[in-house]
């Protein structure tokens, strides 16, 4: 069964430091990652996604993350945080090896504040 | 371009009732997926629907049952409200080939009091 396990569930920053938002993932073939985002009241909005192309992979709004297949880990990182950054992050596994509508996989969550 | 539209917004059922819930899927897409997401926890898996049939289903009881309608859009239907359905009901569309193209919908509040 695949699964990811999100390391963090509160994450607080100041506005203009570096994000690290931490993602580990269990997977008996090579997985097919996202990060999400959701503001408060708000839908989820697809950040970006890992499908076995590049290891480094950048998203919307200066996100970006990496695949560590020996570290079974997809960190989610931005240089600098805005404000607007503050929202609830969601690591997730698409399941099934070739499926492109394989059921979603998400983990708890972890939420970002960002101090002025 | 529009994406996934849910309605309604928000719903206050009480214990025992039932609650219909209804989306359209973004233009284009197909497939449709239903996840709910308790306070402060990752959204969970219903169902999925494609060509009118459900493809998937999740940990859910038979109480939860869904419908997809020729033109692609979707209802998810529950039965026997109980406190603990309370929760934030997501739609998500996509197309069966193509791609990765998840659009998830804002959701629908349920409140079951």
């Known amino acids: 069964a695949q699964s990811v396990t999100q390391l963090d569930s509160h994450v607080s920053v100041s506005e203009g430091t570096p994000v690290l938002l931490r993602c580990n993932y269990s997977?008996?073939?090579?997985?097919?990652l996202f990060w999400y985002v959701q503001h408060p009241n708000k839908g989820l909005q697809l950040l970006l996604k890992y499908t076995s192309a590049a290891t480094l992979v950048k998203g919307i709004n200066g996100f970006e993350a990496e695949f560590k297949k020996s570290e079974t880990s997809f960190h989610l990182t931005k240089p600098s945080a805005h404000m607007s950054d503050a929202a609830e992050y969601f690591c997730?596994?698409?399941?099934?090896?070739?499926?492109?509508?394989?059921?979603?996989?998400f983990g708890q969550g972890t939420t970002l504040q960002v101090k002025p | 371009d529009a994406g996934v539209t849910q309605s309604p917004t928000h719903l206050i059922k009480t214990r025992g009732q039932q609650v219909t819930l209804r989306c359209s899927p973004k233009?284009?897409?197909?497939?449709v997926s239903w996840y709910q997401q308790a306070l402060g926890q990752g959204p969970q898996f219903i169902f999925q629907?494609?060509?009118?049939?459900?493809?998937q289903r999740g940990n859910f009881p038979d109480r939860f049952s869904g419908h997809q309608f020729p033109n692609y859009s979707s209802e998810l239907n529950v039965n026997a409200l109980l406190l603990g359905d309370s929760a934030l009901y997501l739609c998500?569309?996509?197309?069966?080939?193509?791609?990765?193209?998840?659009?998830f919908g804002s959701g629908t509040r349920l409140t079951v009091v």
């Open positions: 629907y494609y060509e009118e049939e459900e493809r």
């Open positions: 997730v596994v698409r399941a099934g090896r070739s499926s492109n509508t394989g059921k979603l996989i």
């Open positions: 233009s284009g897409h197909d497939t």
């Open positions: 997977s008996s073939y090579s997985p097919s």
């Open positions: 998500a569309s996509s197309p069966d080939r193509g791609g990765y193209g998840y659009t």
